[in-house]
């Protein structure tokens, strides 16, 4: 079914819980993959988003992270800091409430959305898709209070997950040579990374040329249409770097483009 906009009630956060205010959300693939039906943990009926800014209106029991007033970030991946995933430097898959958080539930089983006396699932651990939302105090991020709510609701999934792939993940190096198949918001992000890690190459491979000035002004030292040669994008990528890349990220989601 198409999204619709209802009126529901929002529990107050029990123990170890946050209740935040909404401010702006952003749209991410996920969100309409799971709507699709597709996803085959999607769990009905839920309030998707996973991308958003707010400020925090009540705190449950214990919480001692964040107050009334503070702007913060909903994460869909806690971090407790003291599970073994936590502490371990190759993950930051957080364990704690990982179970609870796929079933559409909080950490004691139970939803804090119903519309209509009906439960309503919760999504991600976030379902920023709602005025108000109630996650774990471990799934809050506080953030500068100057920071603009309508550009920083982006850190939540679609910057975090590129600039991370090209930090983290790939490790790019200074000097090195990189493409970006993609210029959506995690490809943009990507270029933010390998031009913070300092490559010296950042091409851009997009069919939509429209998109060629912002990714230029987020790192892409050059950009290209594959619509544009008569041959794979792969076998135009290795004549321009003299027989291949460092690092090439795919940030479309498409079989044919990870397999070129």
């Avoid at 170890?16 to 996920?30: G, S």
């Avoid at 999607?42 to 705190?59: K, N, R, T, Y």
């Avoid at 198949?181 to 490809?187: D, Q």
């Avoid at 913070?196 to 230029?216: L, P």
Wanted: aromatic share 6%; charged share 20%.
């Amino acid at each position: 079914e198409d999204l619709k906009i209802e009126k529901i009630e929002v529990s107050p956060p029990q123990a170890n819980e946050v209740r935040i205010k909404i401010i702006y959300t952003a749209l991410c693939h996920t969100d309409g993959y799971t709507l699709s039906g597709n996803d085959p943990e999607g769990i009905f009926p839920v309030i998707l988003g996973h991308e958003g800014a707010g400020v925090v209106e009540s705190v449950g029991e214990g919480v001692t992270s964040v107050q009334p007033g503070d702007h913060v970030i909903p994460l869909y991946t806690p971090q407790c800091r003291e599970c073994k995933f936590c502490k371990n430097p190759k993950t930051n898959l957080c364990s704690k409430i990982r179970n609870t958080q796929g079933k559409g539930v909080m950490p004691d089983g139970t939803t804090r959305f119903t519309c209509n006396g009906r439960p309503i699932y919760h999504f991600m651990g976030c379902s920023t898709f709602s005025e108000y939302t109630v996650v774990a105090e471990i799934s809050v991020a506080k953030i500068d209070s100057s920071a603009p709510l309508d550009k920083v609701c982006l850190l939540g999934c679609g910057v975090s997950t590129g600039y991370g792939a090209a930090l983290n993940t790939a490790k790019v190096e200074k000097g090195s040579t990189c493409a970006i198949l993609g210029l959506g918001g995690v490809g943009l992000a990507v270029a933010m990374g390998c031009k913070a890690a300092g490559a010296e190459r950042i091409i851009g491979v997009d069919i939509n040329e429209s998109k060629y000035k912002i990714a230029e002004k987020f790192g892409c030292t050059e950009c290209i249409n594959p619509k544009a040669f008569n041959k794979p994008i792969q076998d135009v990528l290795i004549d321009m770097t003299d027989g291949g890349l460092d690092y090439t990220f795919e940030c479309i989601g498409t079989l044919q483009t990870m397999r070129g």
